[in-house]
């Protein structure tokens, strides 16, 4: 039986039925009209936008398991960074891996490229996410790693404004003794003031911020946002947005091999796309990737990067003596080792034999990880079973990796989604919740300049579904209610 925590505070309070109706409308109101939008998947117009989804109350989370979690941030970017820029170790996580999985193999390629020709840039920007659950079955120690993101790590602003919807359901309700419960949030300005640092120590004035984004992006206030912000702190610097197609037919390469658009000398590169097979529809793409790389400017991630947020990567850094090589502080090592979950190889060796037998057995203790980013992705249940027996002697397992399913503890809110009938709007749902941890961390070669946490997002789905992502349509956004245990 799940472990429940009791949510919040129970609603509605006092409220008859219409009243709880026009307070959910005027709630979704002051969403869309506050940036809590998202374009439609179905009805998709780049000139309108729909309330994203959400919870009518913040779930409860303990403080001291979120204090910890982004007490450790700055020790993961570090982490991530010195194994960003370890060939021999990527190379050993990802040799079985490019053998079959085309994706990950073009990455790869492209870093070999760059390792051969010489990266032509020192500087490097991080903006990361670690993504984290409570597990219910631990006495301590309750937060537990689910990915590391370096790519494109969304919901800066969405998170924001999550915190901002339930102080303003607080205030509605008149429980203004509550909104000292909601930490603190200011991750929109800190990761888009660890850009604007980067672009500050390119040292051009005249240069720009290039960020890459989808063809048709869906997401589109979370990404606009930190465009805006930028121009609020620092007006006079140009960000300019591109799709990698337009990077291929309007980009060029100066001699000094320095990246011009739109006239403009490129000193950031922001990716907001580029973590998925489908953002890449042919050479034209890959060309503007590699275009990228080979350029002076400062990319976030650059390829090293992006490549360390693999799941294979995740999964070598939980093998007991990995952390350690470059962790060399042991009480460090040992707390973030805390904070890692059971992550299994599925190469056709021994400890590959291994772990298949154990996720046959038992496959609703476990979750199947290919080498993606931006949910959706994932097996689980019968699912695993079917995927391993058809690939039992095959290379291709190593495409993926095996996760213990981490069981997060239980509470009630509301899920509040666009073109729902009131009815399920007002139902309370059983649901588990995810929280992200954002970092920024810049270096000049193995120099770190700047290291921060800088803030969080949190995610909630029903317990009935396996993803979360909120992009791709199964959670909901929501903001941490801390608690003392």
């Known amino acids: 039986m799940a472990t429940k925590l009791n949510p919040c505070i129970s609603l509605p309070i006092g409220l008859d039925k219409n009243d709880f109706q026009d307070l959910i409308q005027k709630v979704k109101d002051w969403t869309i009209m506050h940036g809590g939008s998202m374009r439609s998947k179905t009805q998709y117009n780049y000139d309108s936008l729909t309330v994203v989804p959400f919870t009518l109350l913040p779930s409860v989370f303990p403080r001291s398991e979120f204090q910890k979690?982004?007490?450790?941030?700055?020790?993961?970017?570090?982490?991530?960074?010195?194994?960003?820029?370890?060939?021999?170790?990527?190379?050993?996580?990802?040799e079985k891996t490019i053998e079959v999985d085309e994706f990950t193999r073009n990455l790869f390629k492209l870093y070999e490229t760059m390792r051969n020709?010489?990266?032509?840039?020192?500087?490097?920007?991080?903006?990361?996410?670690?993504?984290?659950?409570?597990?219910?079955?631990a006495s301590d120690d309750r937060i537990k790693q689910v990915?590391?993101?370096?790519?494109?790590?969304?919901?800066?602003?969405?998170?924001?404004?999550?915190?901002?919807?339930?102080?303003?359901?607080?205030?509605?309700?008149?429980?203004?003794?509550?909104?000292?419960?909601?930490?603190?949030?200011?991750?929109l300005q800190g990761l888009s003031s660890a850009i604007i640092k980067a672009w500050e120590l390119f040292g051009e004035k005249d240069s720009a911020i290039l960020v890459i984004v989808e063809n048709h992006p869906m997401n589109i206030c979370d990404q606009r946002f930190h465009q805006f912000e930028i121009a609020r702190l620092r007006p006079e610097v140009k960000v300019i947005v591109k799709t990698l197609t337009q990077i291929f037919n309007e980009a060029k390469l100066s001699d000094s091999k320095d990246l011009l658009v739109q006239g403009k000398k490129v000193a950031v590169v922001y990716y907001r796309a580029g973590y998925s097979p489908n953002h890449y529809f042919g050479d034209a793409e890959w060309s503007a990737r590699l275009m990228i790389e080979r350029s002076t400017a400062i990319k976030c991630p650059n390829i090293q990067y992006h490549l360390a947020g693999t799941k294979k990567v995740q999964q070598a850094l939980a093998t007991p003596g990995n952390l350690e090589r470059f962790v060399k502080d042991a009480k460090k090592a040992a707390e973030i080792r805390k904070v890692f979950t059971g992550l299994y190889s599925l190469d056709l060796d021994e400890n590959g034999e291994k772990a298949v037998k154990m996720a046959l057995d038992a496959p609703d203790r476990f979750v199947l990880k290919p080498q993606r980013e931006g949910g959706g992705n994932n097996l689980y249940g019968e699912d695993i079973r079917k995927k391993l027996m058809s690939c039992m002697n095959s290379k291709e397992r190593s495409a993926w990796i095996l996760m213990d399913k981490i069981n997060p503890p239980v509470q009630q809110n509301y899920l509040i989604r666009p073109n729902q009938d009131f009815e399920k709007n007002s139902s309370l749902c059983e649901v588990v919740s995810e929280i992200g941890i954002f970092g920024t961390i810049i270096c000049d070669g193995d120099e770190i300049l700047f290291n921060e946490q800088v803030g969080h997002m949190m995610r909630t789905k029903l317990t009935s579904s396996n993803e979360g992502g909120v992009h791709a349509g199964d959670g909901v956004l929501d903001s941490p209610f801390l608690i003392d245990d």
């Open 69 to 94: 979690a982004v007490a450790i941030q700055p020790a993961l970017n570090e982490l991530t960074h010195r194994v960003a820029n370890d060939h021999e170790f990527l190379y050993s996580c990802l």
């Open 117 to 137: 020709e010489g990266f032509t840039q020192r500087l490097s920007l991080g903006i990361l996410r670690s993504d984290i659950m409570q597990e219910k079955e």
């Open 147 to 187: 990915e590391m993101n370096t790519i494109a790590s969304g919901f800066g602003w969405l998170g924001v404004v999550s915190g901002d919807i339930h102080r303003f359901v607080f205030q509605q309700l008149g429980l203004l003794d509550k909104l000292k419960v909601l930490p603190e949030n200011n991750a």
